[in-house]
């Protein structure tokens, strides 16, 4: 049976509280392989640890969220590259530039993501990137830095999704896809080379349909894996082992 790979997911949130060892125990019967699970915070990377800690198939990103970014003090990049060395820690993130929320000056946002993209080239890991409302200024950043990594629950267009392979980068998507507005997001599951594209759910947000407006939890990227298997005319379980196949490789996790 093909497997699930979640490459982006937040069990840390405060919708788990009631049952995350429960949710996260569940997760292998329900055919998932793999979950990482993406910081904003110190505090959340924290945490990330300590579910890859305690499940051999957790791994976890470390970085500040743009909507954290006023958090950066002094000191935070030494703080992160310790939590770093830690040997599941598989990426830093989620970093990015957010102007939807636009919460934290532009200008803090895109000191923190550079500061953490130089810190991922030091130490050899892909970055996690977050752009919501911001391609412009995030593309200006990837191309002049030039980070191995993804761009998480790509919303950008197809015109921007080959510019962003062509940096060498991949994208994973997520719920978005089955969505009846997702036009940008159709496109963009029907033109992604199959090699640079990823699955991820944004757990507990960003449920697919049918179960939108639900908590979300890993193992929904089966909706979502329909649907881009439907759009892309390969069946599911190509999809599947294409797309964990690809996030093993991302994130250097053997199966
Ligand atoms: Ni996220």
């Not at 569940?26 to 945490?47: F, H, Q, R, W």
């Not at 919501?132 to 015109?159: N, W």
Request: net charge negative.
């Amino acid at each position: 049976m093909a497997m699930i790979f979640d490459a982006h997911a937040h069990y840390d949130d405060d919708k788990f509280n009631d049952d995350r060892f429960q949710v996260l125990s569940s997760m292998p019967e329900k055919g998932v392989c793999c979950i990482v699970n993406a910081a904003v915070d110190i505090e959340t990377a924290k945490l990330s640890i300590e579910y890859a800690e305690k499940y051999s198939y957790v791994y976890a990103a470390v970085g500040l969220h743009p909507e954290c970014a006023h958090k950066a003090e002094e000191g935070y990049i030494d703080r992160l590259k310790n939590l770093a060395k830690h040997k599941k820690v598989v990426a830093i993130g989620e970093i990015g530039l957010d102007y939807y929320w636009d919460t934290v000056p532009r200008d803090v946002q895109k000191r923190v993501f550079i500061q953490q993209i130089e810190l991922a080239k030091e130490l050899n890991l892909p970055v996690v990137v977050h752009d919501r409302d911001a391609h412009g200024d995030t593309m200006d950043i990837l191309r002049q830095y030039k980070p191995s990594g993804i761009v998480h629950c790509f919303s950008g267009s197809v015109e921007m999704c080959r510019e962003v392979v062509k940096l060498g980068m991949s994208i994973s998507l997520g719920g978005v896809v089955t969505f009846k507005n997702a036009r940008h997001s159709v496109e963009v599951a029907k033109d992604i080379p199959l090699d640079r594209l990823l699955l991820e759910t944004d757990a507990p947000y960003m449920t697919p349909v049918p179960f939108r407006g639900k908590r979300c939890d890993s193992s929904m990227i089966k909706y979502t894996a329909e649907k881009i298997a439907e759009i892309r005319g390969i069946t599911v379980e190509e999809l599947l082992n294409a797309t964990t196949e690809n996030a093993c490789r991302l994130f250097n996790i053997e199966l």
